[in-house]
T-cell receptor, first 112, second 115 residues
Framework: DQQVKQNSPSLSVQEGRISILNCDYTNSMFDYFLWYKKYPAEGPTFLISISSIKDKNEDGRFTVFLNKSAKHLSLHIVPSQPGDSAVYFCAASVYNNNDMRFGAGTRLTVKP | DTAVSQTPKYLVTQMGNDKSIKCEQNLGHDTMYWYKQDSKKFLKIMFSYNNKELIINETVPNRFSPKSPDKAHLNLHINSLELGDSAVYFC??????????????FGPGTRLLVL
């Protein structure tokens, strides 16, 4: 039962353009959402998070949007850079519960 | 300085063997985890552990057991390895700053191949 879904396995964008990565979830109890970035042969690294009490969180070129009614979140990267090329995982957790659920990841390729 | 480290990075072994993967974190975190990334690339939690509580994902076979000699280490022991155990195993740690909201920091992964 995949409670966190990333339906696009890959995304390719041109350098300087916006990258939009999407994530859907089914468990309405989730109240904390994160994006992780993963390079080959490395572990995932934390990128940005958002609590369910917010609908937007921004950190430099990265913005996460949360639409609770649609159970959907997205990660926007503007402008995209070749170094952003990686696999991006969406993750979600429930208050006071260590059980974090991950999506399958979206491979982003930013072309120079 | 590596925050979360795992050894070995690669592990190739025969079916039926017993093996261990070590994990150490130098972040001072109080909770550690083991994840398995399967062939479909899903990251699935296997265990979470702090000095008070071990939480086991009920789908994890009892051939897998975590051992924590101290707060900075959580090792993964696997008995009677099977072909289906081949995967990448990630260790992670976290420190709750706000109750229920935490960021997990991951190790580089251990690629296990069972022949």
């Amino acid at each position: 039962d995949q409670q966190v879904k990333q339906n696009s396995p890959s995304l390719s964008v041109q350098e300087g353009r916006i990258s939009i990565l999407n994530c859907d979830y089914t468990n309405s109890m989730f109240d904390y959402f994160l994006w992780y970035k993963k390079y080959p042969a490395e572990g995932p690294t934390f990128l940005i998070s958002i609590s369910s009490i917010k609908d937007k969180n921004e950190d430099g070129r990265f913005t996460v949007f949360l639409n609770k009614s649609a159970k959907h979140l997205s990660l926007h990267i503007v402008p995209s850079q070749p170094g952003d090329s990686a696999v991006y995982f969406c993750a979600a957790s429930v208050y006071n519960n260590n059980d974090m659920r991950f999506g399958a990841g979206t491979r982003l390729t930013v072309k120079p | 300085d590596t925050a979360v480290s795992q050894t070995p990075k690669y592990l190739v072994t025969q079916m039926g063997n017993d093996k261990s993967i070590k994990c150490e974190q130098n972040l001072g975190h109080d909770t550690m985890y083991w994840y398995k990334q399967d062939s479909k690339k899903f990251l699935k939690i296997m265990f979470s552990y702090n000095n008070k509580e071990l939480i086991i994902n009920e789908t994890v076979p009892n051939r897998f057991s975590p051992k924590s000699p101290d707060k900075a280490h959580l090792n993964l022991h696997i008995n009677s390895l099977e072909l289906g155990d081949s995967a990448v195993y990630f260790c992670a740690s976290s420190q709750k700053r706000v109750a229920g909201q935490e960021t997990q920091y991951f190790g580089p992964g251990t690629r296990l191949l069972v022949l």
